[in-house]
């Protein structure tokens, strides 16, 4: 048995009411490569702020190393050579790499001794771990995967022997979350401890030792990798059986409903994030957009749906012209059939501080059934909410309660009822599932099959590879703002793979 | 991890906090009294009296509190866009205008209660077109209606010094104000209703426009959270991106929101100009405007807090006038230090007794921080 790096014992959290921690054990073997997953709002992050010292357990105690350990600030767990990755980086864009690395453990007042040391010591550290990052690069010069890779070199530099890495796979393409998890095997290898959180089952599989299960607050398993299955696992995550693949039958395309012809669309700096990108999307089919985040679905989502302005390039909406140089009406994109489910439902899709009946007629609210003359028909309002709550099985079902105080999963249904009900010719769909717990992914997967049956023209953007495919009938993929290849559901993940990394279509297609 | 705060009650949540937030105020403001070197117990109490103490004291802080309803409501309106408008001084001032043209040019040939529903409409539309500006630019330019709205208090007031002098005073006259207006210009006193309560008065100015600001409060609630265009203004206060993907049209929204909260800042002018002085005079709002800030983020931006809060303010300009006169060491400005630090706690430290409270509330009875319902959520 290999000696211990970290162990908690008994630990537990509150946040007034809420247990987001109970009573919570784990043993972390040191030199290996340690898997936690759960649900969001399971307790993965609070557990590790909680070892990372952003926050204080109320109860248990933390061993590292075998002795017990007071981690009361992130400065304490640093000292005791625990690092952490986050999800979202931690990084000056207008740093160098260098500079980057060196903040916070800058040394003295001037800084050209620190910087000397650190360029030595990052160069040791690119010998010895294969992380290569040129140490004068600008940060907000270099792609995601090397921005992560500056987080993990700034930990080592602190000394870090235990690294806790938080969802570091959601920005990064499959080749560069290939080449994360090669790095983390030779670090692993030089006798690093590695806690991988995550809510990927795959990547479970694929490179941890040893994975820990969470599911509401509670640890519910501990297993060797070797020892599981990706069914079990889901399984333990949340608490029943649920099916990791959609069953759907074949798609019959009928007329096209949507059509993009040379569309290009321009940020508010005036770079070009949609090239001159034409797609169709039939009747009864899912297009699927493939990329990595950041590649322009974003802004080809928003200028179709009227949310953004468009340069140039036309869209017709069931044969009828869409006006997008003044940005197309999204009331009047609605009226003519056209339901839109946004990336970002917190900011966008629903107004979190609504009681959630009134987040059910967003965008829909000028409807007759809805008002009384200028008044709210408040009654209608709730009553409707109330079916949809029923229908979709929105959680708790209180169309009274705030919407911000639904769960993930719950507020996205509440989206989902929402334009799904309106019986919308064109189903326009983003990132359906991010921060949704697998129970309702299982469900959100099955309604949007179903519009397909029922013959709307769906189409699909997701950052994540494994919904693409299973949902999609036809797969587009975007690279740099432009659609650099189409596939069939069956294409492989490494062939899409190269192409979202933007590599040309003939190399791909080989 | 997302804000790991319980939830309150809503009595707590928009009685007991405002209530501490209140009390703080008070508390720093005796702390003051104390500095200049008088008994802090007995100026409270002298406050009490002078605002509460006989029907005449009553009569004058309903008031000053009417004009303080519309200002708050002005306010309100407009924060619930998540526009800051600070320009309800000048809307409030340029509104006394659309009262003095209606009420000098009708007060001779109709009686008082066809004047009134005039004048109601000028001093609106008075106000309303000095919201207009800003608004504009705010919704077109957006330049900060923050900078625009204080801007414009200072060229209110200059354009009313330049009106009242050169334009709307009678020949002859010394003092910058237009004539006296006659019967037809005067609004009734509500004082009777206080003395029909066995309240004694002499005389105080306490009128019928106090009743229009009750109705307007009322009003304010329907349109917030009973029609279409509340909805609309709400949805665009607390989520832009969300407005713009609802097919809500930014530009127009805050216009009207704007407007509408210039018209409830004009009509604050009908409680002195037509109420009261019946006359315009120079610097007639004598800061309602801004009382109106303090009376919004006292009463959490609804109809039900800010008559409460306006009542308070009035007490406060009330008592505070007995006070200055009872402690000579005490001038009218420590109202307005008090007002300061209300506004400093129920405003910009609205938050900080607030986890303290929540925890409180956390371990003396979970269920009450109704956080169950978040976690009621299960396979």
């Known amino acids: ?101 060196i903040l916070g453990a800058e040394g003295e007042a001037l800084l050209n001794t620190s910087i000397a040391r650190a360029r030595s010591e990052l160069e040791r550290l690119e010998r010895d771990y294969g992380l290569e990052v040129d140490p004068d690069a600008i940060i907000e010069d270099l792609p995601v995967g090397l921005q992560q890779r500056v987080e993990i070199l700034k930990a080592l530099y602190r000394g870090a022997d235990i690294l806790i890495l938080d969802e ?38 694929a490179i941890t030792d040893n994975v820990s299960v969470m599911r509401q607050g509670t640890m519910v398993a501990t297993r060797k990798t070797a020892e599981t299955s990706v069914e079990e696992l889901a399984e333990l995550m949340v608490g029943r059986r649920v099916l990791l693949q959609v069953e759907k039958g074949e798609a019959s395309p009928g007329e096209v409903l949507l059509s993009v012809r040379n569309l290009t ?54 044969g009828e012209p869409v006006d997008l140089t ?8 609605r009226a003519r059939g056209m339901a839109h489910v946004p990336e970002d439902r917190h900011h966008v899709g629903l107004v979190l501080p609504f009681e959630e009946n009134e987040n059910a007629m967003l965008g829909y609210h000028r409807q007759a059934k809805y008002l009384n003359g200028p008044f709210l028909n408040i009654e209608a309002i709730r009553a409707d909410a109330r079916e949809k709550i029923e229908k979709y099985d929105i959680r708790p079902p209180d169309c009274r309660l705030k919407t911000a105080n639904f769960s993930g999963g719950n507020q996205q249904k509440i989206v989902l009822a929402r334009e799904m009900e309106q019986d919308p010719k064109v189903l326009i769909v983003g990132q359906p599932t991010r921060g949704v717990d697998v129970g309702a992914i299982e469900f959100i997967h099955k309604r949007l099959i179903d519009m397909r049956d029922q013959g709307k023209a769906v189409l699909l953007v997701s950052v994540e590879l494994d919904e693409i495919r299973s949902l999609s009938d036809r797969i587009l993929v975007m690279f740099a703002g432009r659609v650099v290849g189409e596939r069939g559901p069956e294409a492989s993940e490494g062939e899409l793979g190269l192409l979202m990394a933007g590599v040309e279509e003939k190399e791909a297609a080989e | 991890m997302s804000a790991p705060y319980a939830k309150l009650p809503a009595w707590a949540d928009y009685g007991l906090i405002p209530l501490i937030n209140l009390a703080v105020a008070f508390l720093v403001a005796g702390l003051v009294v104390m500095l200049v070197g008088e008994n802090p117990f007995r100026a409270a109490a002298i406050l009490v009296e002078g ?40 809307q409030a001032y340029v509104g006394g205008l659309g009262v003095a043209v209606v009420c000098l040019a009708f007060d001779s040939i109709l009686p008082w209660w066809v004047v009134f529903p005039l004048a109601i409409l000028g001093a609106a539309l008075f106000g309303a077109a000095w919201a207009f500006i800003p608004a504009y630019f705010q919704a077109r330019r957006g330049s900060h209606i923050v900078i625009t709205t204080i801007m414009f208090n200072f ?22 104000q237009t004539r006296n207006f006659l019967e037809g210009g005067q609004l009734p006193k509500l004082n009777w209703v206080l003395e029909a309560m066995g309240f004694s008065i002499r005389s105080a100015p306490f009128n019928l426009s106090f009743l229009l600001a009750l109705l307007a409060a009322f009003l304010v609630w329907v349109l917030i959270w009973r029609t279409r265009l509340g909805y609309e203004i709400r949805m665009r206060g607390f989520s832009p991106k969300a407005a713009r993907y609802a097919g809500v049209s930014e530009t127009k929204i805050i216009i009207i929101t704007m407007l509408i909260s210039g018209a409830l800042a004009g009509m604050m002018a009908l409680n002195p100009v037509m109420g009261d002085q019946n006359r315009l005079q120079i610097d007639f709002v004598t800061g309602a405007g801004f009382v ?67 925890a409180l509330f956390a371990s003396l009875s979970p269920r009450s921080a109704g956080v169950e319902a978040q976690q009621g959520e299960g396979g």
Do not use: W
């Open chain 2, 51 to 90: 605002a509460l103490g006989r029907g005449q004291n009553i009569a004058y802080t309903l008031y000053y509190a009417t004009s303080f309803i519309f200002t708050g409501l002005a306010v309100a309106v407009a924060f619930h866009c998540s526009l800051f408008n600070i320009g309800g001084e000048g």
């Open chain 1, 326 to 333: 003044g940005a197309a009406d999204p009331a009047d994109l």
């Open chain 2, 155 to 176: 060229i209110a007031a200059s354009l009313m010094v330049y009106l009242l002098v050169n334009v709307l005073k009678p020949a002859g006259a010394q003092a910058p």
């Open chain 1, 1 to 101: 048995m290999a000696e211990t790096a970290i162990e908690l014992k008994g630990i537990s959290k509150s946040f007034g009411a809420v247990h987001a921690n109970r009573n919570i054990d784990l043993k972390i073997e040191a030199g290996t490569i340690h898997g936690i997953i759960g649900e969001n709002g399971a307790g993965k992050s609070t557990l590790m702020s909680i070892l990372y010292g952003f926050y204080q357990a109320d109860r248990g105690r933390i061993d590292v190393s075998g002795k017990k350990a007071a981690i009361n600030t992130p400065s304490d767990a640093i000292a005791l050579g625990i690092g952490m990755v986050h999800q979202h980086f931690m990084l000056v864009q207008n740093f160098s790499v260098l500079e980057n690395v």
């Open chain 1, 265 to 318: 669309v321009k940020d508010s700096r005036g770079v070009t994030m949609v090239d001159n990108v034409s797609l169709d999307v039939r009747a009864g089919e899912i297009v699927g957009i493939a990329g990595v985040a950041g590649n322009g679905q974003s802004q080809l989502l928003d200028a179709i749906t009227g949310v953004r302005k468009a340069i140039s390039g036309t869209v017709t909406l069931d």
């Open chain 2, 292 to 358: 109106g800030i303090a009376v919004a983020l006292m009463g959490r931006s609804h109809p039900a807090g800010i008559v409460p809060a306006a009542i308070l303010f009035g007490m406060l300009y009330q008592g505070g006038a007995e006070l200055a006169f009872e402690m000579p060491n005490i001038s009218r400005d420590m109202i307005v230090i008090i007002q300061g630090l209300v506004i400093l706690f129920a405003g910009a430290l609205e938050h900080m007794f607030r986890p303290s409270i929540q």
């Open chain 1, 168 to 205: 570091p796979t959601g920005v990064l393409t499959p080749a560069e979350a290939d080449h994360l998890f090669r790095i983390l095997e030779q670090l692993k290898e030089e006798g690093k401890t590695i806690i991988l959180i995550t809510h990927k089952l795959r990547e479970i599989m």
